[in-house]
Structures are given as structure tokens and as C-alpha cells.
């Protein structure tokens, strides 16, 4: 199965073009899942009659923790080689490697927590500034006024009044 991240596969034309395929497996299967990802993508297409991938991509997402999904996905077609005589049949090399969930480079500081006369309080990571905080039953943090301003990051992140650093409330 021929497989690239173009759209043209080169001496070939594209005679047909089938569905999107995907591929998908967890990181938990090992150290190879972008390759199963890849290969279950490939066994899709040929399921169709196709006899390539164009447009590949993969994606990986954070499942939990330190677990990742791997999507691969293309376009399956059906490529005829244009004189007649089929190229290299192994897949384009792909550096799968280089589909690696991107770091989160943009977590907000954390606040730390300050116990002062049975009240707890945030201290803002930048300018000092103290937020009274609440526990409620669940055990989640509130500021009294303040909303979570990041749906993104997990827990609670407000803007300080003080100095606008967005950061992280601690659930403890
Ligand atoms: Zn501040």
C-alpha cells in the first residue's frame, strides 16, 4: 500500500478516489501504536479495493495521564501508475516519530495555597496578590466574582485583578 502526505503520489495517477480512512490506536498497545494506527488505516483502505493513501495524516491526542491515541487518516484511492509499471510498493517513508503530541507549553502558573486563620487563600504567582478560596462539597475550588477563564486547562484559572496573570487555583 502506497502511502503520502501529498496529494499526488509521483509516476501515478489518481484513477479513483474511495473514502477517508482511519486508523486508530492507544499507546498502551506499546511503543509502536503509531505504526498499528497506520497499518489498521492501510487494512481499511485495501478493505475498500483502494491501492493507496494520499493526504496522511496522524494525529495524536492525550487519552489520560501519560496515554495517547494515535489517529492516521487519508484519503483512499486507487492509483494507476502512469506507464504502466508499478513503482516501490512499500509504504513512502514517514517519519512517524514526528507525530508526537505537541507539549503544552502554555499551563498557567500555579498559585500557592496560604492557610491564614483557618481561611484559605491563592496567592497570585506574579504580584503577590491574595484570593480568598472556597471548597465546596465536591471539593472544588471557588474565588467569590471569579469564573474559570480556561475550559482548556484542567481546575480552575483566573485572571489576577491586580496584574492579570492567568493562573492556576490548586484543588489543595
Ligand atoms: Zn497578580
Redesign the pocket.
Known sequence: MLVSAGENLHGYKIAEYKDVVFGVCNSTEGAGFRQVALKKMTDNAAKLGATAVINFKMEIYPVSGTTQEATAYGNAVIADPIDGVARVETPHKINLEAYTRKPKTDDSPIGQIHDINGYKFVV?P????KYRVETDEKGEVHIKGFDDVDDDEPGLQVF?L????KFTVPEK
Not at 162 to 165: E, F, K
Open positions: 497570585c506574579k504580584c503577590g496578590t489576577c491586580r496584574c492579570g496573570t
